[in-house]
């Protein structure tokens, strides 16, 4: 639960920062982003 709540308030901070930075360095820091997470939601669940 704390790494999803940790999730959640990191997801919604950095939407806002590629909102306010949107462009195609920003797409690119959201697939980077994206990709981390996935890694770090599927190593919690191993």
Known sequence: PK???C???SMQLFLEFCLIFSDNVGIFLI???LDFF???IFESYV
């Open 38 to 40: 996935n890694f770090f």
């Open 7 to 9: 999730l959640g308030i």
């Open 31 to 33: 697939f980077l982003f």
């Open 3 to 5: 790494a999803w709540e």
